[in-house]
């Protein structure tokens, strides 16, 4: 069964850089989404508002933060990318320092269909 998760993090407040943010996530590298699907994730999307993101992430029963991290450490590739994505990256307010995405807390889910 899939399970969803909806992650917070900001982008430093200069266009020039949320530009190029934005170019960046139009050509991914291909190891990154290798890394990304190889650790359980069947869909990931990113919204943007100013400098507000909200990543929304469906994944398998596979899937655990923590064996995304670990199996991260030991992807050059993925270091590599996550170091030039903090270049445009801020950590949203209460992050613990070197915390990026944030966990947020779902508060509200409309049940059942329609009579």
Known sequence: MARRYCLMLDLKDDATL?????????????????????????DL????LGTRMC?????????SFEKKAAADVGNAKVR???ELMWKFQKAVPG?????????????????????
């Not at 949320?18 to 190891?31: G, K, L, Q, V």
């Not at 990543?55 to 899937?63: G, P, R, Y």
């Open 45 to 48: 999307e990113i919204y943007l």
């Open 18 to 42: 949320i530009a190029e943010y934005r170019r960046h996530h139009e050509r991914i590298w291909p190891e990154i989404t290798e890394s990304i699907r190889s650790a359980g994730v069947l």
């Open 55 to 63: 990543m929304v992430l469906e994944v398998d029963e596979s899937f």
């Open 80 to 82: 590599e990318w996550e």
């Open 95 to 115: 992050a613990a320092p070197g915390e990026k995405w944030l966990a947020m807390e779902r508060i509200f889910k409309l049940e059942g269909g329609t009579s």
